[in-house]
């Protein structure tokens, strides 16, 4: 397996909530940077989170207070806890090594509805 595995996408009104996972057979993630990056309709892909393999934490100032990034070691399995969603979080989400090398799978998709 080259790529990503993302899943956990939908679509929620604005206010809602939805939790994203990205898992991978062969990446450890605890050996790595991780991130999760979004790309909305005619915008670049953009970095919203990131994990350390120490569990430092950094975010984008747009989701600041509202995302949750995390990482379950033994499952391999990195998440991503949006809270409080914004019609502005619509895009299509992925999850990658940090810096990106272009792992990221098909994606997942989040609408939110206004």
């Known amino acids: 397996q080259v790529r990503m595995v993302e899943s956990g996408g939908g679509l929620v009104q604005a206010g809602g909530s939805l939790r994203l996972s990205c898992t991978h057979s062969?990446?450890?993630?605890?050996?790595?940077?991780m991130g999760w990056y979004r790309q909305a309709p005619g915008k670049q892909r953009e970095l919203v989170a990131a994990i350390t393999s120490g569990r430092k934490t950094n975010y984008a100032d747009s989701v600041k207070g509202r995302f949750a990034i995390s990482r379950d070691n033994a499952k391999n399995t990195m998440y991503l806890q949006m809270n409080n969603l914004e019609p502005e979080d619509t895009a299509m989400y992925y999850c990658?090594?940090?810096?990106?090398?272009?792992?990221w799978g098909q994606g997942t998709q989040v609408t939110v509805s206004s």
């Open positions: 062969t990446i450890i993630f605890s050996a790595n940077v």
């Open positions: 990658d090594v940090l810096p990106s090398r272009g792992y």
